[in-house]
């Protein structure tokens, strides 16, 4: 499992016990708030300043507990956005096996596909030849950006040396 979306998950787990907890929250504040109403209506020395004081401060409570919610949700959606946007499309080895499978792909996305397959081991490095081939491909208009995006990939473990 990439580890996007093992941390997508992971998140909307959170996401929703946090929404599990919050609904419970408010169930036994709402409770409570109508059994103090009730107490409250049923103590003739409780003045209606007291009671308005109190309703007041409940009110508050609700007030910073909806403000609470808003700053978590807003947090989860900025965290959602951020891994949609550092996602990866589609990983550099998929993209080059659908490559190589396709009849129609090029002799020469072939070999850019093969090197990068070849590539996922991180002792391997990129040939002087493939190399100058994802030059070419990378300065060339020809290529469609799939290619392109294949021939960096091919380009970033090369030898810086030469």
Do not use: W
């Not at 997508?8 to 109403?37: C, G, Y």
Request: with cysteine; glycine share 2%; net charge positive.
């Amino acid at each position: 499992m990439e580890t996007t979306q093992f941390t997508k998950q992971a998140l909307e787990f959170q996401k929703t016990i946090l929404e599990n907890s919050f609904n419970s929250m408010i169930m036994v504040q709402d409770q409570t708030e109508k059994m103090i109403n009730s107490c409250l209506n049923q103590l003739p020395l409780v003045t209606e300043d007291g009671k308005k004081s109190l309703q007041e401060s409940i009110d508050m409570a609700k007030k910073a507990r909806d403000d609470y919610k808003k700053f978590v949700d807003d947090g989860f959606n900025k965290i959602e956005k951020l891994l949609e946007k550092n996602s990866p499309k589609k990983s550099v080895a998929s993209q080059a096996a659908k490559i190589l499978s396709d009849e129609k792909s090029s002799k020469t996305v072939k070999k850019l596909a093969a090197s990068a397959l070849a590539q996922a081991d991180k002792d391997k490095q990129t040939s002087a030849e493939l190399e100058e081939l994802a030059s070419k491909v990378l300065k060339s208009e020809k290529y469609s950006l799939e290619t392109k995006e294949l021939a960096g990939s091919v380009l970033s473990p090369s030898n810086k040396e030469r």
